[in-house]
């Protein structure tokens, strides 16, 4: 298949995953760009996140101690989350990752596990928690995910966040780090959240009202897939407005890439250079502004 084809395949893929679009429709039109519908089965595979892809830092790797916990959050239900951190005991900076719209699943806790091995304390709750908890479906995960209530979500993280700032085991520093619906969550976590946030990294995702752009309070760092149109057209107004009021915000574009880039449970989608440069720009990011 050549690559016109399947940038073609992609993007239905990412109308389908973030556009409410009818998943009957969605193989149909599949189907007719694979050649059949055996072979639309096998590009729908290749394009979406396998649970089965392996981890780059695994679960009992010695350098990290992990754990599944409860955050109780107080007059609000205990929260779920996914705790990594260094094995050596030391005040650190603190990072709340934030998950895409297939909830709490494994790639999202290898990430925290980077995060613990790069030196940081790595929280990422399931924010589906309210509802029970992510599925293991993950179709029936996004469409948990898109009916939340996000401002109650994005006031929960803020919370989220001060119980961080507030911990034993870290300098009082808190960043957070958003992947797709987790990088639109990051974006309204930066508005919501004041001086309880002190850094954001957000990866391609859709940005608030520009008008809402006075209210962030800590620098931002943003991850912009070069193919991803979709994001693009809330994206740059944002990018604007920040800029405008003043805010400290840096912006990489990653041409060639698509929309979900870092996911390496992704193989259609998947670009390691993109990904790795900018994980290393994210590192050196919290490592200045959180210490």
């Known amino acids: 298949m050549d690559q016109s084809t399947k940038q073609r395949a992609i993007d239905l893929y990412d109308r389908y995953t973030h556009g409410g679009m009818d998943r009957r429709d969605f193989m149909a039109d599949m189907a007719r760009i694979a050649g059949s519908v055996a072979a639309a089965e096998l590009l729908v595979g290749a394009i979406a996140a396998s ?8 679960a009992d790797d010695k350098r990290v101690k992990t754990s599944t916990v409860e955050v109780a959050l107080p007059g609000l239900p ?5 705790s990594a ?3 050596a005991s030391a005040k650190r900076g603190s990072v709340l990752v934030i998950h895409e719209n297939r ?4 790639h999202i806790r290898d990430v ?4 613990a091995v790069a030196g940081f304390n790595a929280l990422a709750p399931d924010f589906l928690s309210p509802s029970g908890g992510t599925p293991a479906d993950e179709n029936a995960a996004r469409e948990a995910i898109g009916k939340l209530d996000l401002a109650q979500s994005v006031s929960h993280a803020v919370r989220h966040l001060q119980v961080l700032k507030a911990s034993k085991a870290g300098n009082g520093k808190v960043g957070a780090v958003g992947f797709c619906w987790g990088g639109a969550f990051v974006n ?7 001086n309880s946030l002190d850094a954001a990294v957000v990866y391609y ?3 608030p009202d520009p008008a809402e752009a006075a209210k962030v309070a800590a620098p931002l760092m943003i991850h912009h897939a070069g193919l991803d149109a979709r994001v693009a057209q809330t994206l740059f107004p944002w990018i604007t407005a920040l800029r405008s009021a003043g805010k400290p915000v840096t912006y990489f574009n990653y041409e060639g890439a698509n929309h979900a880039f870092n996911n390496d449970t992704s193989a259609e989608r998947y670009n390691k ?7 290393q720009r994210t590192l050196r990011f919290f490592k200045k502004n959180l210490g």
Request: hydrophobic share 55%.
């Open 51 to 58: 649970p089965a892809a392996a981890a780059v830092v695994p």
């Open 78 to 82: 205990a929260y779920k989350a996914y």
């Open 112 to 115: 925290a596990r980077r995060l």
């Open 188 to 194: 309204r976590l930066a508005v919501a959240a004041g």
């Open 103 to 106: 909830g709490l699943n494994d």
């Open 205 to 207: 995702g859709p940005a």
């Open 85 to 87: 951190a260094p094995k």
């Open 273 to 279: 250079e993109a990904a790795d440069l900018a994980w």
